[in-house]
């Protein structure tokens, strides 16, 4: 509509420079009044564009934060139960390191301990989501800006201090394997439990106790993950995540 108003007076101007019944003042009236109109009609259309242009990165952003909402929602749900599962990894290597390699133990419990030192469990985030509106460019997008931050801090700063918390745990545990595989004779019930009741093998499992460090960051990420959400729902109190 834009383009047809503006041809439509470029011809009037056109059309009024070729007149010869007008005198020069009254023509540069009318020339100035038909450009006037073609500016305003110009800067409309570009008004116009750019909110339009607006209003459908704000739908993204709409659409991005009910979905990254859902799945912090996951990742709270996981970290919780992880959390819960390194409490019964503890216990379970606490027992291993605390039995007396003098006493003869509760064999079918001891092998079940054993096995069950050999499980690990890490974090794993839902983040395709997050990825992508990132690579993209459009995260920034987001114009609540505390919102934006907390969500980078979330990805950029919380996840990977849990990751390097969970390395260190899994490299421990790699020692306990490794050293299990170098000295163990057999499958048999007394192999096993000489090699766990050995001074280095009990070192092992005792060093194989979770750090507080761990707890804590688990801990941050779902306590900034709560914070996300609220302030996602506040911004869309009638949506779902979907």
Do not use: C
């Amino acid at each position: 509509m834009a383009e047809l108003e503006v041809a439509k007076h470029g011809k009037n101007v056109i059309h009024l420079m070729g007149k010869k019944e007008h005198k020069l003042a009254h023509k540069l009236r009318e020339i100035a009044l038909e450009i006037a109109i073609i500016v305003f009609a110009v800067s409309m259309s570009i008004w116009l564009h750019g909110l339009s242009e607006h209003h459908h990165k704000q739908q993204e952003v709409r659409s991005f934060l009910i979905g990254l909402k859902g799945d912090l929602e996951g990742d709270i749900k996981q970290l919780t139960e992880i959390k819960e599962g390194y409490k019964g990894f503890d216990a379970n290597y606490a027992y291993l390191a605390g039995i007396d390699p003098a006493q003869k133990p509760d064999w079918e419990k001891f092998k079940a301990a054993y096995a069950r030192s050999n499980a690990n469990w890490y974090f794993i985030p839902v983040k395709s989501r997050y990825e992508g509106f990132l690579m993209s460019g459009r995260l920034t997008n987001i114009e609540n800006e505390k919102l934006l931050t907390a969500i980078l801090s979330l990805y950029q700063m919380d996840l990977p201090q849990i990751q390097t918390s969970e390395g260190g745990w899994s490299t421990r545990q790699r020692k306990l394997r490794d050293y299990r595989e170098e000295q163990l004779e057999g499958d048999d019930e007394q192999s096993l439990f000489r090699v766990t009741t050995s001074p280095k093998g009990k070192r092992l499992l005792r060093e194989m106790s979770t750090t507080p460090q761990l707890y804590e960051r688990y801990q941050s990420y779902i306590d900034q993950s709560r914070e996300i959400i609220k302030m996602i729902a506040e911004a869309y109190p009638a949506e779902k995540a979907h």
